[in-house]
Protein backbone atom coordinates (compact mmCIF):
# COMPACT_ATOMS: atom_id res chain seq x y z
CA UNK A 1 0.00 0.00 0.00
CA UNK A 2 2.72 2.39 1.03
CA UNK A 3 4.76 1.58 -2.38
CA UNK A 4 1.46 2.22 -4.10
CA UNK A 5 0.87 5.28 -2.31
CA UNK A 6 4.57 6.44 -3.05
CA UNK A 7 4.21 5.93 -6.71
CA UNK A 8 0.91 7.85 -7.09
CA UNK A 9 2.77 10.65 -5.34
CA UNK A 10 5.79 10.21 -7.47
CA UNK A 11 3.46 10.77 -10.36
CA UNK A 12 1.35 13.39 -9.31
CA UNK A 13 5.15 15.03 -8.49
CA UNK A 14 6.32 14.50 -12.17
CA UNK A 15 3.50 15.82 -13.89
CA UNK A 16 3.39 18.64 -11.40
CA UNK A 17 7.12 18.94 -12.15
CA UNK A 18 5.62 19.17 -15.96
CA UNK A 19 3.46 21.77 -16.36
CA UNK A 20 5.75 24.23 -13.84
CA UNK A 21 8.15 23.51 -16.57
CA UNK A 22 6.13 24.43 -19.08
CA UNK A 23 5.12 27.14 -17.69
CA UNK A 24 7.99 28.47 -17.20
CA UNK A 25 9.12 28.19 -20.53
CA UNK A 26 6.21 30.05 -21.12
CA UNK A 27 6.95 32.83 -18.93
CA UNK A 28 8.49 36.45 -20.51
CA UNK A 29 11.48 36.00 -18.33
CA UNK A 30 12.43 32.69 -20.26
CA UNK A 31 11.06 33.62 -23.66
CA UNK A 32 13.42 37.09 -23.53
CA UNK A 33 16.79 35.08 -22.65
CA UNK A 34 15.95 32.87 -25.40
CA UNK A 35 15.15 34.89 -28.29
CA UNK A 36 18.46 37.18 -27.16
CA UNK A 37 20.35 33.67 -27.63
CA UNK A 38 18.74 33.21 -30.79
CA UNK A 39 18.97 36.74 -32.22
CA UNK A 40 22.52 36.59 -31.11
CA UNK A 41 23.52 33.25 -32.57
CA UNK A 42 21.43 32.52 -35.55
CA UNK A 43 20.53 35.62 -37.15
CA UNK A 44 22.83 36.79 -40.20
CA UNK A 45 23.37 40.65 -39.47
CA UNK A 46 23.84 40.22 -35.80
CA UNK A 47 27.69 40.81 -36.51
CA UNK A 48 26.98 44.22 -38.28
CA UNK A 49 24.13 45.37 -36.39
CA UNK A 50 26.08 45.77 -33.42
CA UNK A 51 29.52 46.76 -33.25
CA UNK A 52 31.72 49.42 -31.56
CA UNK A 53 29.35 52.21 -31.86
CA UNK A 54 26.39 50.56 -30.19
CA UNK A 55 27.43 47.63 -28.24
CA UNK A 56 26.81 49.40 -24.95
CA UNK A 57 23.60 50.87 -25.98
CA UNK A 58 22.42 47.42 -26.96
CA UNK A 59 24.11 45.53 -23.54
CA UNK A 60 22.11 48.43 -21.49
CA UNK A 61 19.23 47.71 -23.53
CA UNK A 62 19.32 44.03 -23.32
CA UNK A 63 19.59 44.18 -19.77
CA UNK A 64 17.12 46.53 -18.63
CA UNK A 65 14.52 44.17 -20.73
CA UNK A 66 15.73 41.21 -18.89
CA UNK A 67 15.25 42.81 -15.85
CA UNK A 68 11.38 44.18 -16.88
CA UNK A 69 10.50 40.68 -18.32
CA UNK A 70 11.38 39.86 -15.02
CA UNK A 71 9.15 41.01 -13.28
CA UNK A 72 6.83 41.51 -16.20
CA UNK A 73 4.04 43.28 -14.26
CA UNK A 74 3.61 46.19 -16.13
CA UNK A 75 4.54 45.81 -19.49
CA UNK A 76 3.13 42.98 -21.59
CA UNK A 77 5.53 40.51 -22.73
CA UNK A 78 5.10 40.44 -26.49
CA UNK A 79 5.67 44.70 -26.08
CA UNK A 80 8.89 43.86 -24.22
CA UNK A 81 10.58 41.46 -26.96
CA UNK A 82 9.20 43.91 -29.87
CA UNK A 83 11.19 46.72 -28.25
CA UNK A 84 14.54 44.44 -28.26
CA UNK A 85 13.69 43.16 -31.95
CA UNK A 86 13.08 47.06 -32.75
CA UNK A 87 17.42 47.67 -31.87
CA UNK A 88 17.77 46.11 -35.04
CA UNK A 89 15.73 48.10 -37.75
CA UNK A 90 14.68 44.69 -39.50
CA UNK A 91 11.30 43.73 -40.88
CA UNK A 92 12.46 40.22 -41.89
CA UNK A 93 13.46 39.73 -37.93
CA UNK A 94 10.45 39.24 -35.56
CA UNK A 95 8.83 37.27 -32.78
CA UNK A 96 5.36 36.42 -32.52
CA UNK A 97 4.26 35.02 -28.93
CA UNK A 98 1.22 33.08 -29.41
CA UNK A 99 -2.31 32.66 -27.12
CA UNK A 100 -2.63 29.73 -25.71
CA UNK A 101 -5.51 28.72 -28.55
CA UNK A 102 -2.42 28.67 -30.92
CA UNK A 103 -0.34 26.31 -28.94
CA UNK A 104 -3.19 23.69 -29.66
CA UNK A 105 -2.94 21.89 -32.67
CA UNK A 106 -4.20 23.27 -35.61
CA UNK A 107 -7.25 22.07 -37.16
CA UNK A 108 -7.58 20.02 -40.65
CA UNK A 109 -11.04 19.58 -42.44
CA UNK A 110 -12.14 18.02 -45.27
CA UNK A 111 -16.34 18.03 -46.10
CA UNK A 112 -17.91 16.87 -49.48
CA UNK A 113 -21.07 17.72 -50.65
CA UNK A 114 -23.63 16.89 -53.13
CA UNK A 115 -23.68 20.75 -54.24
CA UNK A 116 -23.05 20.84 -58.26
CA UNK A 117 -23.20 23.58 -61.09
CA UNK A 118 -26.72 22.49 -61.10
CA UNK A 119 -28.33 22.19 -57.83
CA UNK A 120 -26.35 25.58 -57.21
CA UNK A 121 -28.44 27.39 -59.47
CA UNK A 122 -31.28 25.95 -58.21
CA UNK A 123 -30.22 27.26 -54.47
CA UNK A 124 -29.85 30.72 -55.85
CA UNK A 125 -33.01 31.02 -57.84
CA UNK A 126 -34.58 33.51 -55.41
CA UNK A 127 -35.05 36.83 -54.83
CA UNK A 128 -34.35 37.24 -51.13
CA UNK A 129 -30.68 35.61 -51.86
CA UNK A 130 -28.23 37.75 -48.76
CA UNK A 131 -25.10 39.86 -50.06
CA UNK A 132 -22.74 36.80 -49.67
CA UNK A 133 -24.95 34.59 -51.54
CA UNK A 134 -23.34 33.84 -55.30
CA UNK A 135 -20.88 32.30 -57.66
CA UNK A 136 -17.56 33.67 -56.86
CA UNK A 137 -14.10 33.90 -58.22
CA UNK A 138 -10.60 34.52 -56.81
CA UNK A 139 -6.89 33.40 -58.19
CA UNK A 140 -6.99 29.66 -58.68
CA UNK A 141 -10.61 29.08 -57.23
CA UNK A 142 -14.15 29.51 -58.53
CA UNK A 143 -16.74 28.38 -55.67
CA UNK A 144 -20.67 28.96 -54.71
CA UNK A 145 -22.14 30.30 -51.52
CA UNK A 146 -24.94 29.05 -50.62
CA UNK A 147 -27.50 28.60 -47.85
CA UNK A 148 -26.13 26.00 -44.94
CA UNK A 149 -28.10 22.60 -45.95
CA UNK A 150 -26.04 20.38 -43.25
CA UNK A 151 -27.99 21.05 -39.93
CA UNK A 152 -24.77 19.43 -38.16
CA UNK A 153 -22.44 21.99 -39.00
CA UNK A 154 -22.84 25.71 -36.92
CA UNK A 155 -22.72 27.51 -40.53
CA UNK A 156 -25.48 29.94 -42.10
CA UNK A 157 -23.58 29.87 -45.40
CA UNK A 158 -21.24 27.53 -47.23
CA UNK A 159 -18.98 27.85 -49.73
CA UNK A 160 -18.40 24.94 -51.88
CA UNK A 161 -16.12 24.54 -54.40
CA UNK A 162 -16.77 24.69 -58.26
CA UNK A 163 -13.31 24.53 -59.87
CA UNK A 164 -9.98 24.60 -58.73
CA UNK A 165 -6.18 25.16 -59.76
CA UNK A 166 -5.26 23.33 -56.15
CA UNK A 167 -5.37 19.20 -56.74
CA UNK A 168 -5.88 19.46 -52.87
CA UNK A 169 -9.51 20.20 -53.52
CA UNK A 170 -12.31 18.96 -55.81
CA UNK A 171 -15.39 20.05 -57.20
CA UNK A 172 -18.34 19.60 -54.33
CA UNK A 173 -15.88 20.22 -51.59
CA UNK A 174 -16.14 22.91 -49.00
CA UNK A 175 -13.83 25.84 -49.18
CA UNK A 176 -15.49 27.80 -46.53
CA UNK A 177 -18.22 28.01 -43.80
CA UNK A 178 -20.02 31.19 -43.06
CA UNK A 179 -21.67 32.48 -40.22
CA UNK A 180 -23.41 35.96 -40.69
CA UNK A 181 -22.55 38.61 -37.75
CA UNK A 182 -25.00 41.69 -37.76
CA UNK A 183 -23.88 43.23 -41.43
CA UNK A 184 -20.32 40.95 -41.80
CA UNK A 185 -19.46 37.71 -41.16
CA UNK A 186 -17.02 35.58 -40.19
CA UNK A 187 -15.70 32.49 -41.78
CA UNK A 188 -13.44 29.11 -41.32
CA UNK A 189 -11.25 29.66 -44.62
CA UNK A 190 -9.70 26.03 -45.65
CA UNK A 191 -5.92 27.43 -46.62
CA UNK A 192 -4.70 25.00 -49.65
CA UNK A 193 -3.53 22.51 -47.16
CA UNK A 194 -7.00 22.35 -45.47
CA UNK A 195 -6.01 24.16 -42.21
CA UNK A 196 -9.22 26.03 -40.88
CA UNK A 197 -8.47 29.81 -40.55
CA UNK A 198 -10.89 32.09 -39.26
CA UNK A 199 -10.97 35.47 -40.97
CA UNK A 200 -13.28 38.22 -40.56
CA UNK A 201 -15.37 38.36 -43.89
CA UNK A 202 -16.98 41.14 -45.63
CA UNK A 203 -18.66 41.94 -48.63
CA UNK A 204 -17.91 45.62 -50.60
CA UNK A 205 -19.12 47.60 -53.17
CA UNK A 206 -21.81 44.63 -53.94
CA UNK A 207 -19.60 42.38 -56.02
CA UNK A 208 -16.41 42.07 -53.86
CA UNK A 209 -15.49 40.39 -50.50
CA UNK A 210 -12.73 40.66 -48.46
CA UNK A 211 -11.87 38.04 -46.37
CA UNK A 212 -9.08 39.30 -43.18
CA UNK A 213 -7.34 41.35 -45.72
CA UNK A 214 -5.49 38.69 -47.37
CA UNK A 215 -7.95 37.15 -49.62
CA UNK A 216 -10.09 38.60 -52.27
CA UNK A 217 -13.43 37.32 -54.30
CA UNK A 218 -15.03 38.57 -57.30
CA UNK A 219 -18.68 37.63 -57.68
CA UNK A 220 -19.17 36.20 -61.27
CA UNK A 221 -23.32 35.30 -60.56
CA UNK A 222 -25.78 36.84 -60.56
CA UNK A 223 -24.36 40.06 -61.32
CA UNK A 224 -27.19 43.00 -62.31
CA UNK A 225 -27.26 44.03 -66.46
CA UNK A 226 -25.15 47.27 -67.19
CA UNK A 227 -22.59 46.32 -64.23
CA UNK A 228 -18.84 46.79 -65.68
CA UNK A 229 -16.80 44.85 -62.99
CA UNK A 230 -13.27 45.69 -62.01
CA UNK A 231 -10.36 43.32 -62.39
CA UNK A 232 -9.78 40.70 -59.66
CA UNK A 233 -6.49 42.01 -59.48
CA UNK A 234 -7.35 45.86 -59.08
CA UNK A 235 -9.37 45.00 -55.93
CA UNK A 236 -6.73 42.86 -54.38
CA UNK A 237 -4.08 44.80 -53.03
CA UNK A 238 -1.44 41.98 -53.14
CA UNK A 239 -3.17 40.92 -56.63
CA UNK A 240 -1.91 41.60 -60.10
CA UNK A 241 -3.20 43.94 -63.08
CA UNK A 242 -2.18 44.50 -66.55
CA UNK A 243 -4.15 46.99 -68.63
CA UNK A 244 -3.59 49.10 -71.84
CA UNK A 245 -2.81 52.89 -71.80
CA UNK A 246 -3.26 53.91 -75.15
CA UNK A 247 -0.50 54.84 -77.80
CA UNK A 248 1.34 50.96 -76.93
CA UNK A 249 1.97 51.78 -73.54
CA UNK A 250 1.07 49.58 -70.46
CA UNK A 251 0.34 49.71 -66.74
CA UNK A 252 1.26 46.43 -64.98
CA UNK A 253 0.35 46.94 -60.97
CA UNK A 254 2.27 43.78 -58.69
CA UNK A 255 1.27 43.72 -55.38
CA UNK A 256 3.17 40.89 -54.32
CA UNK A 257 6.12 38.67 -55.26
CA UNK A 258 4.56 35.17 -53.43
CA UNK A 259 4.44 32.17 -55.14
CA UNK A 260 0.64 32.81 -55.58
CA UNK A 261 1.68 35.54 -58.18
CA UNK A 262 4.53 33.52 -59.81
CA UNK A 263 1.72 31.47 -62.34
CA UNK A 264 -0.20 34.64 -62.69
CA UNK A 265 2.88 36.46 -63.64
CA UNK A 266 3.81 34.02 -66.38
CA UNK A 267 0.79 33.16 -67.84
CA UNK A 268 0.63 37.39 -68.20
CA UNK A 269 4.12 37.53 -69.76
CA UNK A 270 2.99 34.93 -72.43
CA UNK A 271 -0.42 36.14 -73.36
CA UNK A 272 0.48 39.86 -73.71
CA UNK A 273 3.90 38.51 -75.64
CA UNK A 274 3.38 40.49 -78.75
CA UNK A 275 1.85 43.29 -76.97
CA UNK A 276 5.21 43.38 -74.66
CA UNK A 277 7.49 43.17 -77.54
CA UNK A 278 6.02 45.99 -79.61
CA UNK A 279 5.55 48.59 -76.78
CA UNK A 280 6.65 51.98 -75.97
CA UNK A 281 6.37 51.94 -72.22
CA UNK A 282 5.87 49.63 -69.68
CA UNK A 283 4.65 50.91 -66.36
CA UNK A 284 5.38 49.09 -63.34
CA UNK A 285 3.82 49.72 -60.14
CA UNK A 286 5.64 47.72 -57.32
CA UNK A 287 3.89 50.41 -54.59
CA UNK A 288 3.32 48.30 -51.25
CA UNK A 289 4.68 45.22 -52.62
CA UNK A 290 5.43 43.91 -49.52
CA UNK A 291 7.66 41.14 -51.70
CA UNK A 292 7.77 37.15 -51.71
CA UNK A 293 10.13 35.49 -54.06
CA UNK A 294 13.23 37.09 -56.22
CA UNK A 295 11.95 34.42 -59.31
CA UNK A 296 8.36 35.73 -59.32
CA UNK A 297 9.35 38.73 -60.85
CA UNK A 298 11.76 37.17 -63.47
CA UNK A 299 9.57 36.34 -66.46
CA UNK A 300 9.16 40.48 -66.97
CA UNK A 301 13.69 40.56 -66.68
CA UNK A 302 14.20 40.01 -70.33
CA UNK A 303 11.70 43.06 -71.32
CA UNK A 304 13.46 45.47 -68.98
CA UNK A 305 17.22 44.71 -68.71
CA UNK A 306 19.75 46.97 -71.13
CA UNK A 307 22.43 44.54 -70.30
CA UNK A 308 24.19 42.16 -67.74
CA UNK A 309 23.48 43.56 -64.39
CA UNK A 310 25.57 43.69 -61.32
CA UNK A 311 24.90 41.14 -58.03
CA UNK A 312 25.91 42.00 -54.61
CA UNK A 313 28.30 39.32 -52.97
CA UNK A 314 26.08 37.16 -51.43
CA UNK A 315 26.76 35.17 -48.07
CA UNK A 316 24.98 33.07 -45.47
CA UNK A 317 25.92 32.46 -42.29
CA UNK A 318 26.50 29.00 -40.89
CA UNK A 319 25.18 29.32 -37.54
CA UNK A 320 23.61 25.94 -35.79
CA UNK A 321 20.32 26.26 -36.67
CA UNK A 322 20.98 27.48 -40.14
CA UNK A 323 23.28 24.79 -41.00
CA UNK A 324 19.95 22.55 -40.62
CA UNK A 325 18.09 25.21 -43.45
CA UNK A 326 21.25 24.70 -45.29
CA UNK A 327 21.36 21.18 -45.62
CA UNK A 328 18.94 21.27 -47.95
CA UNK A 329 20.74 22.84 -50.54
CA UNK A 330 23.34 20.27 -50.60
CA UNK A 331 23.57 18.04 -53.64
CA UNK A 332 25.42 14.66 -54.00
CA UNK A 333 28.23 16.15 -55.77
CA UNK A 334 28.88 18.53 -53.01
CA UNK A 335 29.35 15.43 -50.17
CA UNK A 336 31.73 13.42 -52.89
CA UNK A 337 33.62 16.16 -54.13
CA UNK A 338 33.94 17.37 -50.95
CA UNK A 339 33.13 21.25 -51.70
CA UNK A 340 33.60 24.09 -49.59
CA UNK A 341 30.02 24.32 -48.85
CA UNK A 342 29.92 21.03 -47.55
CA UNK A 343 32.98 21.45 -45.59
CA UNK A 344 31.25 24.80 -43.91
CA UNK A 345 28.40 22.67 -42.63
CA UNK A 346 30.50 19.95 -41.35
CA UNK A 347 32.02 22.50 -39.36
CA UNK A 348 31.06 23.19 -36.03
CA UNK A 349 32.36 27.42 -35.91
CA UNK A 350 29.80 29.59 -37.09
CA UNK A 351 30.93 31.77 -40.28
CA UNK A 352 29.78 33.93 -42.77
CA UNK A 353 30.22 31.60 -46.02
CA UNK A 354 30.29 32.79 -50.23
CA UNK A 355 30.77 30.64 -53.06
CA UNK A 356 33.44 32.27 -54.37
CA UNK A 357 32.97 31.27 -58.23
CA UNK A 358 29.47 32.51 -57.86
CA UNK A 359 28.70 35.13 -60.93
CA UNK A 360 28.97 38.71 -59.78
CA UNK A 361 26.23 39.62 -62.65
CA UNK A 362 23.21 38.24 -63.95
CA UNK A 363 23.64 38.11 -67.86
CA UNK A 364 20.16 36.86 -69.75
CA UNK A 365 20.45 34.70 -72.97
CA UNK A 366 17.73 36.77 -74.70
CA UNK A 367 16.89 40.90 -74.08
CA UNK A 368 13.89 42.12 -75.99
CA UNK A 369 14.62 45.77 -77.51
CA UNK A 370 10.65 46.63 -76.42
CA UNK A 371 9.44 48.39 -74.71
CA UNK A 372 11.66 51.00 -75.33
CA UNK A 373 11.35 52.45 -72.03
CA UNK A 374 9.90 50.94 -68.29
CA UNK A 375 9.35 53.21 -65.40
CA UNK A 376 9.34 51.49 -62.01
CA UNK A 377 7.12 53.19 -59.43
CA UNK A 378 7.50 52.38 -55.78
CA UNK A 379 7.03 53.71 -52.34
CA UNK A 380 7.94 53.19 -48.78
CA UNK A 381 5.78 50.53 -48.81
CA UNK A 382 8.03 48.26 -51.26
CA UNK A 383 10.01 45.97 -49.43
CA UNK A 384 12.46 42.86 -49.59
CA UNK A 385 11.74 41.22 -53.20
CA UNK A 386 10.37 43.97 -54.92
CA UNK A 387 13.38 46.19 -53.80
CA UNK A 388 16.20 43.61 -55.35
CA UNK A 389 13.54 43.83 -58.34
CA UNK A 390 14.18 48.15 -58.07
CA UNK A 391 17.91 47.43 -57.18
CA UNK A 392 18.41 44.88 -60.70
CA UNK A 393 16.49 47.06 -62.90
CA UNK A 394 17.18 50.60 -61.85
CA UNK A 395 20.86 49.42 -63.55
CA UNK A 396 18.68 49.11 -66.81
CA UNK A 397 19.23 51.93 -69.25
CA UNK A 398 16.15 51.98 -70.33
CA UNK A 399 14.53 51.81 -66.75
CA UNK A 400 13.45 55.17 -64.88
CA UNK A 401 12.38 54.78 -61.12
CA UNK A 402 9.65 56.70 -59.47
CA UNK A 403 8.02 57.39 -56.41
CA UNK A 404 10.02 57.40 -52.78
CA UNK A 405 12.28 55.30 -50.83
CA UNK A 406 11.66 51.58 -50.77
CA UNK A 407 11.70 50.27 -47.26
CA UNK A 408 15.29 49.06 -46.79
CA UNK A 409 14.33 45.53 -45.34
CA UNK A 410 16.28 43.60 -47.71
CA UNK A 411 20.15 43.10 -46.79
CA UNK A 412 19.10 39.95 -45.10
CA UNK A 413 16.90 37.31 -46.07
CA UNK A 414 16.05 33.50 -46.93
CA UNK A 415 14.41 33.95 -43.45
CA UNK A 416 13.99 30.68 -41.18
CA UNK A 417 11.12 29.99 -38.68
CA UNK A 418 11.89 28.45 -35.53
CA UNK A 419 8.15 27.49 -34.16
CA UNK A 420 8.50 27.03 -30.18
CA UNK A 421 6.46 26.30 -28.08
CA UNK A 422 5.16 29.82 -26.51
CA UNK A 423 6.22 32.00 -30.01
CA UNK A 424 7.58 31.64 -33.56
CA UNK A 425 11.45 33.28 -34.06
CA UNK A 426 11.21 34.89 -37.69
CA UNK A 427 14.95 35.65 -39.00
CA UNK A 428 17.15 35.93 -41.34
CA UNK A 429 20.07 33.50 -42.67
CA UNK A 430 21.26 35.35 -45.41
CA UNK A 431 23.06 38.91 -46.41
CA UNK A 432 22.11 40.15 -49.41
CA UNK A 433 25.75 41.61 -49.61
CA UNK A 434 28.23 40.98 -47.14
CA UNK A 435 30.15 44.63 -47.71
CA UNK A 436 28.60 46.55 -45.56
CA UNK A 437 28.79 49.56 -47.81
CA UNK A 438 26.24 47.84 -50.08
CA UNK A 439 23.73 48.01 -47.23
CA UNK A 440 20.17 48.92 -48.53
CA UNK A 441 18.93 48.87 -44.58
CA UNK A 442 17.15 51.53 -43.49
CA UNK A 443 16.84 54.06 -45.91
CA UNK A 444 15.87 52.07 -48.92
CA UNK A 445 16.45 52.55 -52.61
CA UNK A 446 16.36 56.12 -53.46
CA UNK A 447 14.31 56.86 -57.26
CA UNK A 448 15.47 58.62 -59.96
CA UNK A 449 12.48 60.86 -60.06
CA UNK A 450 10.77 61.16 -56.42
CA UNK A 451 7.11 61.74 -56.45
CA UNK A 452 4.77 63.23 -54.11
CA UNK A 453 3.51 60.74 -51.55
CA UNK A 454 -0.31 62.04 -51.44
CA UNK A 455 0.01 62.21 -55.94
CA UNK A 456 -3.48 59.79 -56.07
CA UNK A 457 -2.49 59.07 -60.03
CA UNK A 458 1.26 59.83 -61.18
CA UNK A 459 0.45 57.86 -64.24
CA UNK A 460 -0.06 60.85 -66.95
CA UNK A 461 3.10 62.41 -65.51
CA UNK A 462 5.31 59.62 -65.61
CA UNK A 463 3.91 58.99 -69.31
CA UNK A 464 5.15 62.67 -70.07
CA UNK A 465 8.35 62.35 -68.17
CA UNK A 466 9.00 59.01 -69.88
CA UNK A 467 7.95 60.04 -73.66
CA UNK A 468 10.73 62.89 -73.36
CA UNK A 469 13.71 60.20 -71.67
CA UNK A 470 16.32 59.67 -74.15
CA UNK A 471 17.87 56.26 -73.35
CA UNK A 472 21.67 55.94 -73.26
CA UNK A 473 23.55 53.65 -75.94
Known amino acids: MKNHLLKKYIIALLMLLSFESIAQNCDCSTMMKEVIQLTETEYALFQFKVNEENIGYYNTLKKTLLRQADKQ ?7 LIDTYISFFKDGHLWVELRGKDEIAEPIIYQEDTDIDSTKV ?10 PIEGIWESTGYKIAIVKNQNKERDRDFVGVILASSNPNFKSGEVKMEVKKEKTNYTANYLMGDHKVLNLETKVFDTYYIEQGEMIYWRKVSPIKSGIELKELGEVNPRGVLFKE ?11 DFGGQNQKIIEDLVNENEAKLKN ?22 LPYIYSGKVALPEFAIWTSPKNKEYFANWLEK ?23 EDEESFHELDTIYPHPKKVAIIANRG ?10 RCQQSKRVVTFGQNTEGIVDGYNGNFL ?39 PIPFILEFMEDYTVEK
Open 382 to 391: SASSAETFVD
Open 279 to 300: ANILVIDVRDNGGGNDPTYFPL
Open 73 to 79: DQTPCQE
Open 333 to 355: EDSIENTPFYQVLQSEKSQLFSW
Open 245 to 255: LGNQNYYLKIG
Open 419 to 457: EEKCYTFRYPTSLRSKNVEDAIDPYGIYPDVFLPVDQKN
Open 121 to 130: VEMLNRKDLD
